[in-house]
């Protein structure tokens, strides 16, 4: 009998044991060199000034948003089909998310629909790059400049990923990423923040850590954000490994979209000009399909392969953002793609044997 493919599966080799080792050997286990050292080969990997290592991928966009200094009542866009996360950071400062649909085929924030949500208290817009994919950055970018408001990039599922050549989290006023087992790259748990803006980046370093500039010296109300040195050391490691991983995945998404061949399951599609790094493989499973998405899971599961729904619902339709009087939104592509995705593994452990049992066991299905 075969082993079990789960959807998604972390690679922690050898220099990550060792490294882990080392750290905690030395006794430093706070942030520390590790850490200082992550964060520089970061930002020379992405190409931007600055990073800001923290303990998870929801405090990047937390700190971002304080970071930002808006006031409550202000208006942050954010895409409907997303993780929670990158509405609830606007929720922490007092915010109000306002959503906009996405694009039925990269399942991004639609920018023709975005420039419709805007108003007069529209102070930032959070695009997501899901799934690995960028959103479209040029509009995007030319209609926060135009009216005069932040963009964060939401990272936090696209390690590598590349908008005409330039990678993401160097385009907006800050990227966010994670470092969640599951992401194209692990710290165990851990977040970054990307910017080539001096002051904002000072403010970022300063909320991390408590507002102290040294010294016991509190000048502002800060946060005990930081990430440890052990946290450092393996994503050092990692980093190391991030375009073999990603080169593993862009391979094996193409493998699966040549052999994927079943009525009713539409394979990614991939824009113009990006670099997809593929954190999910997610097909659509259409109305013409012969059973329903749960049965295909069900059936996929009884086979041997894990498979995940990212994300069932549309934020708006949460039961937190209901209670919080969202329930006259309209995304319709978004409700639409909720109900389609289906992830397959995709992931750099897979091997060739796995694939092709994958695509085989899909194109087998019958209802």
Do not use: W
Not at 3 to 16: H, N, V, Y
Not at 187 to 201: N, S, V
């Amino acid at each position: 009998m075969r082993d079990f493919i789960p959807i998604a599966k972390p690679i922690i080799g050898d220099e990550e044991i060792k490294a882990v080792s080392e750290v905690l050997k030395s006794g430093m286990l706070a942030q520390g060199e590790s850490v200082k050292r992550f964060e520089e080969d970061f930002s020379r990997y992405l190409g931007v000034k600055h990073s800001i290592a923290v303990n998870n991928g929801t405090v990047s966009l937390d700190l971002t948003m304080k970071a930002l200094d808006l006031k409550p009542g202000d208006e942050v866009i954010t895409p409907a089909f997303t993780f929670i996360a990158t509405a609830n950071c606007a929720l922490y400062q007092g915010l109000r998310p306002v959503f906009a649909d996405v694009d039925a085929r990269t399942f991004n924030i639609d920018p023709d629909d975005l420039q419709k949500r805007i108003t007069a208290r529209t102070r930032a817009v959070i695009g997501v790059h899901l799934y690995g994919q960028p959103f479209d950055l040029a509009a995007i970018s030319e209609i926060c400049q135009d009216k005069k408001i932040f963009l964060v990039e939401d990272c936090a599922q696209a390690h590598g990923a590349e908008y005409r050549g330039q990678k993401v989290g160097s385009f907006g006023t800050a990227g966010c990423f994670s470092f969640y087992p599951t992401k194209n790259m692990t710290t165990g748990e851990g977040g970054m923040i990307t910017t080539d803006d001096d002051d904002l980046a000072e403010r970022l370093r300063l909320l991390r850590s408590h507002g102290d500039t040294g010294k016991y010296n509190h000048t502002t109300l800060g946060y005990n954000y930081r990430m440890m040195n052990i946290q450092g050391a393996i994503g050092l490691a990692q980093l190391k490994r991030l375009e073999e991983f990603t080169a593993r995945r862009i391979e094996n998404a193409a493998f699966l979209n040549d052999n994927i061949r079943i009525k009713g399951i539409t394979t990614p599609y991939q824009a113009e000009g990006v670099r997809h790094v593929y954190h999910q493989y997610v097909v659509r499973v259409e109305e013409s399909f012969a059973g329903s998405r749960e049965k295909l899971m069900e059936y996929l599961q009884a086979k041997g392969i894990g498979s995940a729904v990212h994300y069932p619902r549309t934020v708006y339709e949460q039961p937190l953002y209901r209670k919080l009087g969202y329930t006259s939104e309209s995304c319709p592509v978004s409700e639409e793609v909720s109900r389609r995705v289906l992830s397959l593994p995709v992931h750099p452990s897979l091997t060739r044997e796995d694939l092709l049992y994958i695509c085989e066991t899909v194109n087998s299905f019958e209802a």
